[in-house]
């Protein structure tokens, strides 16, 4: 019989190495605990467009944090400018205030970043086991 099943998986071109299929109860357990690891030996489920500052590689992760990013944002003295003097942000005046409020808000979480410990600064990230990631939003704005 495990002849035949070799024979088949040969034939069928998938690897001998391949994972089998999950029976029923392995399957609803792995789901309940934020699903099967995806291949790349990580926790957390990102986007690397939302990686601020740090690690960028899912599968380095060790203890990142996450931000509010448009709270900071706002909180940024060129921004602030940008409302109160009602200029356009697609203005040249408007995009290099953008520009430097984006700037100011990177250096910021690289402080906290290396002062907290952490590996990297997110806009976005969540665990697969649904535990928090600290976020450090306040921290921040107090650099700001």
Partial sequence: MKL???LIVILAGIPASAEPL????????????GGRDDGRGTPYHVSKADNICGLDEPRQLTN????????LLSATPEIKKIAKDKIDPT?????????????RVLSA????????????????IR???????????DAVKRLL
């Fill in 127 to 137: 665990r697969k086991d649904k535990r928090a990631v600290p976020d450090v939003t």
């Fill in 109 to 124: 979480c690289e402080s906290v970043r290396q002062s907290g410990g952490y590996c990297s600064v997110w806009k976005t």
């Fill in 91 to 103: 203005s040249s005046e408007g995009i290099t205030l953008t520009a430097k409020a984006r700037s």
């Fill in 22 to 33: 999950l029976h029923d109860a392995e399957s609803e357990a792995a789901l309940a605990v």
């Fill in 4 to 6: 035949l099943s070799l």
């Fill in 64 to 71: 990142p944090a996450s931000v509010n990013y448009s709270a």
